[in-house]
């Protein structure tokens, strides 16, 4: 039997391996939870998912481990053996969690799952396309890898309300980095897009670039670009007000409360999409329709937002104030964007 051959034969195991994670990644990523008809402890099932994590791990190492030099036929196929008996229990524990413990929760979940499987899938492509078995910095960087999937699960949010924070909050964050750069942009005194549009750029008559009123804002546009900035900033302020109403009144006693908080985290994860598109209709050349739509779009977002919040438990008697505050803002600030529009032709 030729050398290759042989090879070929030792490797049989993780290849089968290989395809039977793969497997389970996939029914991860796409499958629906099985339904608990009874009592669900929730802390159950992090202590048995957090077992499962760190076993998964622990067999990720060994399999590093053992290929860091030619292993025999037995090594390979304990070890193919002792992986996939991991991420079986791995995959079987994540679809205890029903979604009546929350979709936001569950998606959470079902994501640091899935990077898990997709670790140790490289790490075993990493073992498979080596012509030589040794312990070389690719594969230490792909064990690595595992690691690191495996201990953001210490990270995750363990309730619904905690993984619909999470959401609100991250796009908080990316709102406020688009805000900052349309407000750093404005603050230019000329064409705040000099280092993206090079100074020797020409146009068909040998004009200079910067001759172009296409790549600066014209008063007027400047002046559209302002009133846009409040409809961010009404955006950012939602953000972070409904993060503190479900901070300190979301609840997860029952699944009504539960679905409204999914609800609202469905809706507010438009909010930061709406502001990059608003955001980039504004770089000049300015599209006016374009900044038009995405100005009427991202009103409806927040607005939807604001009822949703308005009707949910989260929303206490001291929040109906700065619910009712912001919807004002945003109905006054589409108007006024509108008339700038309305003004100018478009």
Known sequence: MSADNSRSDVLLPLRNLSNSVRCSRDRVRDGESNESSGTFSLSNFWEILNDAVKATS???????????????????????????????????????????????LRKAVRDATVEVLDELLQLMEVILSSPVHSLSQEQLMSTGGVWAACDKFNQLPKDNRSAVLAVLTSNAGLVKDALEE????????????????PDDDEDDEGLGGRGNQDTYWSPSDRLLVSQCRGLMKASGASLRKLSSAVRNTGAVETEDNITQLDD?????????????????????????????????????????????????HVCAEADVCWVQFLSGAVEHNLEKIESLLNHCGS
């Open 58 to 104: 622990q067999e990720a190492t060994k399999l590093s481990l053992i290929f860091s030099k030619p292993p025999s036929e037995e090594d390979c196929a304990g070890i193919a053996e002792c992986v996939q008996k991991s991420v079986l229990t791995l995959s079987t524990v994540y679809f205890w969690l029903p979604k009546s413990q929350g979709v936001t």
């Open 182 to 197: 349309v407000e750093q942009a404005l603050a230019e005194t000329q064409d705040p897009f000099a280092d993206v549009l």
């Open 264 to 312: 609202l985290a469905d809706a507010a994860k438009d909010i930061s999409p709406g502001v990059d598109d608003l955001a980039l209709s504004l770089y000049p050349p300015m599209d006016r329709p374009a900044v038009n739509h995405n100005v009427c779009k991202l009103a409806c977002v927040l607005k939807k937002v604001l009822e949703i919040t308005r009707s949910s």
